[in-house]
């Protein structure tokens, strides 16, 4: 058995949860780059921290902390939870296909 058919077993499902998960993997790649101090010169850590802005822009300064790592994780963090939560929901409720 597919483990897409436990929760959703269409292609649009599969599709829906690969694209929260992309969205939240570059979400936390951007949060261990930036503790883990990356060159931002390079053009990887570069693409990442703009695709990571990008897609938490609706969140980047809701948490205002003076510890800038903290601050990072939340403003990335949580929409990163956020789209997982909602994909895979999204996903859940998609009906059976073939």
Same mark, same amino acid.
């Given at each position: 058995?597919?483990?897409?058919?436990?929760?959703?077993?269409?292609? /649009?499902?599969? @599709?829906?949860? +690969? !694209?929260?998960? %992309?969205?939240?993997?570059?979400?936390? $790649?951007?949060?261990?780059?930036?503790?883990?101090? /990356?060159?931002? @010169?390079?053009? +990887? !850590?570069?693409? %990442?921290?703009?695709?990571?802005?990008? $897609?938490?822009?609706?969140?980047?300064?809701?948490?205002?902390?003076?510890?800038?790592? +903290?601050?990072?994780?939340?403003?990335?963090?949580?929409?990163?939870?956020?789209?997982?939560?909602?994909?895979?929901?999204?996903?859940?409720?998609?009906?059976?296909?073939?």
């Amino acid at each position: 058995m597919s483990p897409y058919r436990r929760s959703g077993g269409s292609t /649009a499902a599969a @599709a829906i949860r +690969l !694209v929260a998960n %992309v969205a939240a993997g570059i979400l936390v $790649l951007w949060i261990i780059m930036y503790l883990l101090d /990356a060159n931002r @010169a390079n053009d +990887l !850590v570069n693409f %990442v921290q703009n695709a990571a802005h990008w $897609l938490a822009g609706w969140s980047r300064d809701l948490f205002t902390m003076e510890l800038d790592w +903290l601050r990072v994780v939340l403003n990335y963090g949580l929409p990163a939870v956020v789209y997982l939560a909602i994909g895979h929901a999204l996903a859940a409720r998609m009906p059976r296909g073939a």
